[in-house]
């Protein structure tokens, strides 16, 4: 089965320019996460959601910051305008939660190498 | 503010030895632990997960958990160079609430 895929896998883009960055999730996963990494603060969870709905967004840094879910197989993380500070290695990520033991093992795409000069 | 907590490092072990990682939570109601492995300039990837309290094997990793001591730890037995990486521990923070928390990861050098 095809992983989480996430393109583009590198950008780089000037400070103001908008940016969107693309997920599939597994099939058949009912949720999708967005996450960012960087050295200073580790993985952090941007936003979630479920069967497409957002659920949790406090994460989002700012109002710069957006994420839809049209459908089950596709979200996009849109950043308008970028800054610098938002250069990190975002990484979507997908689970089927296991109601069995409480349990949401997610399952990482490669990530997006974002860099705002 | 629930919190993951992990000593950044780096950790360093010689090969063949045990390597003992650690982690501490903030949310007495966690419901369940998960450890990831982490190799530089790559995507987290899952090494096992523990949802009731004392220890979990598999192969050479042992995952142990203490609910009431509010940690969770990894083992690494006969420690091999390709365990070098970053292990995250993460968190699933109570039932109802399905988002993982990371803490920022462990840096872990196994010595030639």
């Known amino acids: 089965d095809a992983g989480v895929i996430q393109s583009p896998r590198h950008e780089v883009t000037e400070m103001g320019q908008e940016v969107t960055l693309r997920c599939k999730p597994i099939s058949g996963h009912d949720y999708l996460f967005w996450y960012r990494q960087t050295m200073m603060r580790g993985l952090e969870l941007l936003i979630y959601f479920n069967n497409n709905v957002p659920i949790d967004d406090s994460g989002m840094p700012e109002d710069r910051f957006s994420a839809k879910m049209p459908n089950a197989s596709f979200s996009t993380l849109k950043i308008q305008p970028s800054e610098p500070r938002d250069s990190a290695v975002y990484f979507c990520?997908?689970?089927?939660?296991?109601?069995?033991?409480?349990?949401?093992?997610?399952?990482f795409g490669e990530g997006s190498w974002l860099t705002v000069v | 503010q629930k919190e993951v907590e992990q000593n950044s490092g780096p950790l360093s072990v010689p090969e063949g030895a045990i390597a003992s990682l650690n982690c501490t939570y903030s949310?007495?109601?966690?419901?369940?632990f998960f450890w990831y492995r982490q190799y530089s300039g790559k995507s987290p990837e899952l090494i096992m997960f523990i949802y009731s309290n004392g220890d979990k094997e598999d192969g050479r990793f042992t995952a142990q958990l203490n609910k009431a001591s509010q940690y969770v730890s990894l083992l690494i037995r006969d420690s091999q160079p390709s365990d070098s990486a970053t292990y995250l521990c993460?968190?699933?923070?109570?039932?109802?609430?399905?988002?993982?928390?990371f803490g920022k990861g462990t840096r872990l050098h196994i010595l030639p």
């Open positions: 949310d007495r109601g966690s419901q369940s």
């Open positions: 993460a968190v699933n923070m109570f039932v109802g609430d399905d988002k993982i928390i």
């Open positions: 990520a997908s689970s089927l939660i296991n109601r069995a033991y409480s349990g949401n093992t997610i399952y």
